[in-house]
């Protein structure tokens, strides 16, 4: 009789099992990855200071990532819905003096998608209670204005370990979520004193698309006006990001508010009409102007953003304040043309 075969040793066999079935094997858990982490630098071509290593802030924010219920995942399910959240991409896209700006990419366990803007202070003191603030801003305001500035979401503090010192307490920085704008760019002014868009190429607007975006920027400053609290939003800077607009092309340029640290208090229709007409851009090299060369298009702002009847009344509280001497008029809205939209 032939000898038997001896039995197939069963751990082997499962094992073998195992790891045929392994590559099938979906993993769980949230990825996150980082990327784009370069120097920017300034209009003069500076280095932008930096106060902590990016890498610093990616692992501080990949340990809050797993803490339960943490406002990036809380910002990311209120859009997706309440499935897992498995993937976050973060890119550096922008940055400025105080806050870094991330594109992040996120997705979850249904493959559903969105973009998102992670905003994150580049310090843990002055410039996290300035974020913190222009967060609270950007609710405000965009309960006011929904088409004119960007939709906010959830923010919170981010714990960094301590630096170099020993002693250095455990620092914290403030961050937050708003939609991605895709489509839009910071702006500057080029070598000839035109707005421009910043890209790849520094690309000029046309002196009617110009004026178009002074129109676009007084409907947002006026539509974010509120008379019970007597606050509306500060004419936006462009040399800290706060405004971006899409790119030359041959429809007219829109505009989104992305940043706001200070609200107008204390405002007026008069003081807000006054601030309007002379409000500027100031850089190294020149002043400019943000005011409509047209009164009219100021006037035509006013009208789209309160009616034809509280514009009319708006121009005569600042044609009585002009006449009582408490605001003087500017060039771009000269007297004559104030008292004319007071009596359309």
Same mark, same amino acid.
């Given at each position: 009789m032939p000898p038997r075969k001896p039995a197939p040793n069963s751990?082997?066999?499962s094992a073998s099992k195992a790891r045929k079935k392994r590559p099938h094997r979906r993993e769980t858990g949230l990825r996150a990855k980082w990327t784009g982490f370069r120097?920017?630098?300034?209009?003069s071509g500076a280095p932008l200071k930096r106060y902590y290593n990016l890498d610093t802030l990616a692992s501080a924010?990949?340990?809050l990532l797993r803490e339960k219920r943490n406002f990036v995942v809380r910002a990311v399910q209120g859009t997706l819905g309440p499935a897992e959240v498995t993937s976050l991409e973060f890119e550096l896209t922008r940055e400025n003096n105080y806050r870094f700006v991330f594109r992040l990419e996120a997705g979850n366990a249904r493959r559903k998608q969105a973009q998102f803007a992670f905003v994150a202070a580049k310090h843990h003191e002055n410039?996290?209670?300035?974020?913190?603030?222009?967060?609270?801003?950007l609710r405000l305001l965009h309960e006011r204005a929904p088409d004119h500035?960007?939709?906010p979401f959830a923010g919170g503090r981010i714990w960094l370990p301590p630096g170099r010192h020993k002693n250095q307490?455990?620092?914290e920085v403030y961050a937050y979520l708003t939609q991605w704008l895709g489509g839009f760019h910071e702006i500057c002014l080029d070598a000839k004193g035109r707005l421009a868009a910043i890209g790849q190429k520094k690309k000029a607007y046309s002196k009617a698309q110009t004026e178009a975006i002074k129109a676009e920027v007084a409907l947002a400053v006026l539509r974010s006006y509120d008379a019970e609290s007597g606050t509306a939003m500060e004419i936006p800077q462009i040399s800290s990001g706060d405004?971006?607009?899409t790119p030359p092309a041959k429809t007219e340029p829109r505009i989104k508010i992305a940043g706001c640290r200070r609200l107008l208090k204390n405002a007026t229709p008069a003081k807000l009409i006054h601030r309007i007409a002379g409000a500027e851009w100031e850089t190294e090299e020149t002043v400019f102007s943000l005011a409509p060369e047209d009164p009219g298009v100021i006037a035509e702002a006013v009208r789209n953003a309160l009616g034809r009847e509280t514009g009319r009344m708006w121009f005569q509280h600042y044609l009585h304040a002009l006449d009582r001497g408490r605001l003087? @008029?500017?060039? =771009?809205?000269?007297? &004559? @043309?104030?008292? =004319?939209?007071?009596? &359309?």
């Open positions: 751990h082997n066999r120097p920017f630098r300034d209009a924010t990949d340990r410039y996290s209670k300035v974020l913190a603030t222009e967060h609270h801003n500035v960007v939709k307490p455990r620092r405004l971006l607009v003087k @008029a500017h060039p =771009a809205l000269p007297r &004559e @043309a104030v008292e =004319a939209f007071a009596s &359309e």
